[in-house]
């Protein structure tokens, strides 16, 4: 679908991925909701492309009910949802203290896979309500965020590795599910980007990381996922997929 003039809500989208995103689709004529918990950087971006701010836990169902309303009476539905709402902490499940607690492994699969998915009911029932578009006949898109992690496997992460693995698994079943109502849905799967998330790791985490990075050896820039982002809109064959775009990483 064509992105001028429709609406799009990007969660995470005061930060890294998300704001990238949300600068690309703005620029590409998009009326954007940034929806975070972080909303002095939520205001920044949304002040810098015109867009909206607006306060949201992802994995509250409230603050989802009341972040769509505020998105949806400003900009009226979105067609375009991208889910870059996250948090990265590793921790082991048995360290040297004893097994970790289990708010740990409660709180990253909230965030990840309940808060994605909250997002995505909200926005496809938005879609729902909207006409067929004329030129593709789609109602609209969710794109969401999983992470090559969730195939990899790299230790000392199991908690955010299985959320990630969710979002990916529940990509191809809402797709087969939304088809009737002619929304699409795809997942990205990032390797190892430049962001403030990837900035919290050891600098010999980083170096290794690098160093097995088939090509380009360097960490993705997030313009280049939003790129993606853009790429998945504006393709309507597009659908029921997680696309990696890692440089060929495979972790370890
Ligand atoms: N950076 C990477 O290398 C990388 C790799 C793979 C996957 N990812 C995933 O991409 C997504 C974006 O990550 P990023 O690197 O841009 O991180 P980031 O830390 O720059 O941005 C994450 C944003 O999510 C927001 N957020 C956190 N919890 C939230 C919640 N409960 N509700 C709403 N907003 C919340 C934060 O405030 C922040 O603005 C995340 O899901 C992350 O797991 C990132």
Redesign the pocket.
Known sequence: MQIDGLAAIV??????????TARRLAGAGAKVAV????MD??REVAGEIGGLAIE?????EE?GEAAMKAARQAHGPARISV??????ESRLMLGKDGPAPLAHHSRIV???LI?TYNICRLAAADMAECDPLPETGERGVLIN?????GYDGPPGAIS?NAA?AAVAAMCLPMSRELSRHAIRVMAI??????????QGLSQKYLDEMTAAIPFPKR??D?AE?AALVETIVTSPMLNGETIRIDGGLRMR
């Open positions: 969660t995470g989208g005061s930060s890294g991925l998300g704001a990238a929806l975070d918990v972080n950087q939520a949201c836990d992802v994995s509250s603050n889910c870059c709402a996250g948090v990265s909230n965030v990840h808060g965020t999983a992470s090559i992690a955010y990630k799967a990032p390797g190892m980007f430049e962001t403030p998330m990837a960490f993705g997030p996922y």
